[in-house]
């Protein structure tokens, strides 16, 4: 059974930085497409970032330059580095993970996506 953990988020202020981390397990797949998403309340999630099979990394134009996504290949544990976080990143982040065929096109696609963490909550003040 897949299973996705994303680290506890927290509360922070704006230009600050945070670093997101998800752990897996029960993933038994060769080859498999992970991301990160964003909600807030009321609002579908918000795809923000990707990986595919062959390690090629995808951004949100929104994000690109605040925000890194890395994966640790060994242990599929994936990281989102988020800098200078203004209040409008403020919400819920989730963990994504789908089989190949994958790939930042489907991703991007909450509907397409089979497999989610529970969420953490980032909250950025001003």
């Known amino acids: 059974q897949v299973h996705l953990v994303e680290s506890v988020g927290g509360s922070v202020q704006a230009g600050d930085s945070l670093k997101l981390t998800c752990t897996t397990r029960g993933m038994h797949w060769g080859y498999f497409c992970m991301a990160w998403f964003r909600q807030v309340p009321g609002k579908e999630r918000t795809y923000l970032a990707s990986?595919?099979?062959?390690?090629?990394?995808n951004y949100r134009d929104s994000i690109k330059g605040r925000f890194t996504l890395s994966k640790d290949i060994r242990t599929s544990t994936l990281f989102l580095q988020m800098n200078n976080l203004t209040p409008e990143d403020t919400g819920k982040y989730y963990c994504?993970?789908?089989?190949?065929?994958?790939?930042?096109?489907?991703?991007?696609?909450?509907?397409?996506?089979?497999?989610w963490g529970q969420g953490t909550q980032v909250t950025v003040s001003s």
């Open positions: 994504a993970v789908d089989p190949y065929p994958c790939s930042h096109g489907t991703m991007a696609q909450e509907s397409l996506v089979g497999f």
């Open positions: 990986i595919d099979d062959r390690r090629d990394i």
